[in-house]
């Protein structure tokens, strides 16, 4: 049993291998192989694999580290991926360039995530026509690369055989910290969503079947954040509380990271829209299409995300195998085992054993909410197993969300479309239609120059 990492290269590998190697038994692992592009940022993660596999969990499964396509994806029967197109470098263009025109710059919503999608789309179709040329024949590809909506749409159009799902991370993040700030423990909590990716609301979370939602709700009202005091008192403790506008990079601590920076107003935002339209929890995501104009006032245009997460996570990951290399000493902190790597590793659990456990996935609508379009890409909960996902319908959802969801869900669609056929008017319609973007003028504007910074890696826009 092979299970490839695509973008083995990412700060994200070291945690993902943990959590497979944490379940090697039940999923029966022999061997993991990481294949990237970057062969020597390859090379050190894979450094530290190696130590996760064979020092710190003792474990018997091969590790390959390649960058050759046969090698990596040959009987391979799960090919998790985590590619990021154009690296961290442009994702700060993604978010730089948007702020320029006044509008919101972020990885993937907006103006950047259109970018990054276009970077995407056929990198993605690629690897996909590689594991199924040398993948086994019941091959599964679980997809974080990002940004997910889009490249979910463009698999379904150009390849809708593949045997892939698309995934986030961003929901179980919410639970982890509704959580942590509540007491009680995730293994309890089974919780009702929908959505885009990265645009979605929970309508019904239940701890051992008992609806929380309007604890959770008074919670958040009266701390005026979605944050648990524990995650504060520890970065008070550790000096590094924030709130505090356009501070610097992220502690090695997950917790920390969350009260400072741009995701205390990833945070602070939950309860914004809460105090405003109280009926269900947004994804946090839903801040940068509700509050675009805020967003931008609190930006600064010359630090944003992307430069936290190269000072922060990525840093602190290179360093540390740096450190180890030279010295043999390893801090575990420097990489972050967790929700992450454990939702992915669950899914192939799930598929592989045909557990029919509940996920959220990215999936093609087919009717599952009546009130959107057959062919939308739409977020909802689904069973797993051996056959795929088999997602749970649900009633129509109400217009104020479906109004958002059309707009937001023919924005993609649009762009796939422009960027398949290589139409500048399709993709300027698909940035003119972006709720993040006030106008065609200042559209244009921003395709214009982001077309400028992508021309090593978009279709040619005619
Ligand atoms: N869906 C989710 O909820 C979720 C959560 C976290 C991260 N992500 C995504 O996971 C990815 C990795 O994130 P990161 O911050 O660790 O990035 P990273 O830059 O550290 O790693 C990405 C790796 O992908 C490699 N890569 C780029 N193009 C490739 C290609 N064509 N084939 C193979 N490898 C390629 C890069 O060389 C790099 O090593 C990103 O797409 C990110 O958006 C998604
Ligand atoms: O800015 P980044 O690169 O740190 O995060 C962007 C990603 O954010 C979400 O995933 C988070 C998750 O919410 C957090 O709790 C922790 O697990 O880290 C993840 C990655 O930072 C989102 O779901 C992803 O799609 C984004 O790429
Ligand atoms: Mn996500």
Redesign the pocket.
């Known amino acids: 049993m092979i299970i490839t990492l ?7 590998t070291p945690g993902i291998v943990k959590s497979i190697a944490l379940r090697r038994e039940e999923l029966e692992v022999d061997e993991i192989r990481l ?4 062969g020597e ?2 090379r050190k993660v894979g450094v530290l694999v190696d130590w996760i596999l064979h020092e710190d969990l003792g474990t018997d499964i091969k590790l390959t580290v390649t960058t050759d396509p046969k090698e990596a994806f040959t009987d391979a029967s799960f090919v998790f991926a ?4 154009g ?2 470098a442009m994702r700060e263009q993604d978010e730089k360039i948007p702020l320029r025109h006044g509008c919101v710059g972020q ?2 919503c907006g103006c950047g995530g259109m970018a990054y999608g276009m970077r995407t789309i056929f ?1 993605m179709v690629e ?1 996909i026509d590689l594991v199924e040329k040398y993948a086994k024949d019941d091959y599964w590809i679980l997809n ?3 940004p ?1 909506a889009i490249v979910s749409e463009a698999c379904r159009v150009l390849r809708p055989d593949a045997r892939i799902i698309n ?4 929901p179980i993040a919410i639970i982890d910290v509704v959580c942590e700030a509540l007491q009680i423990d995730k293994r309890d909590v089974e919780y009702d969503y929908f959505g885009l990716n990265h645009f979605g609301w929970f309508t019904s979370i239940r701890c051992k079947g008992e609806e929380i939602l309007p604890e959770l709700r008074d919670y958040i009202m009266e701390h005026e954040i979605l944050l648990p005091d524990s995650y504060v008192k520890n970065a008070a403790k550790q000096g590094a509380m924030a709130g505090v506008k356009k501070d610097g990079g992220e502690s090695g601590a997950e917790q920390n990271r969350h009260t400072k920076g741009s995701w205390y107003y990833v945070w602070k935002g939950v309860y914004e829209i809460m105090e405003l339209f109280p009926e269900y929890l947004p994804n946090t995501y839903l801040n940068y299409y509700l509050q675009q104009k805020e967003f931008v006032e609190h930006s600064d245009p010359e630090r944003t995300r992307a430069n936290e ?1 190269m000072d922060g996570r ?1 840093k602190s990951l290179f360093e540390g195998i740096d450190r180890y290399e030279a010295t043999g000493e390893i801090d575990e902190s420097i990489f972050y085992a967790g929700s ?1 790597g454990d939702w992915i590793a669950d899914l192939a659990l799930a598929l592989k054993n045909d557990t029919k456990a509940r996920f959220l996935v990215i999936c093609q609508n087919k009717g599952a909410i009546p009130n959107m379009p057959y062919d939308a890409m739409v977020e909802l909960p689904a069973y797993i197993g051996k056959n795929g996902p088999e997602v749970i319908s649900r009633d129509e959802i109400p217009l104020f969300q479906q109004g958002l969801m059309m707009q937001q869900v023919n924005c993609e669609k649009l762009l796939v479309e422009g960027c398949i056929e290589g139409s500048y008017e399709k993709v300027l319609k698909a940035f003119a239609l972006n709720k993040t973007v006030p106008s065609i003028k200042v559209a244009k504007e921003v395709l214009d120059d982001m077309i400028e910074a992508n021309k090593d890696y978009w279709p040619e826009l005619k």
């Open positions: 695509a973008g083995g290269g990412s700060t994200f294949y990237d592009i970057d940022r390859q985590q590619m990021r197109v690296k961290y990885e993937t990198p690897l974080y690369s990002n997910a995934i986030c991370d961003m997460v990525e992450h």
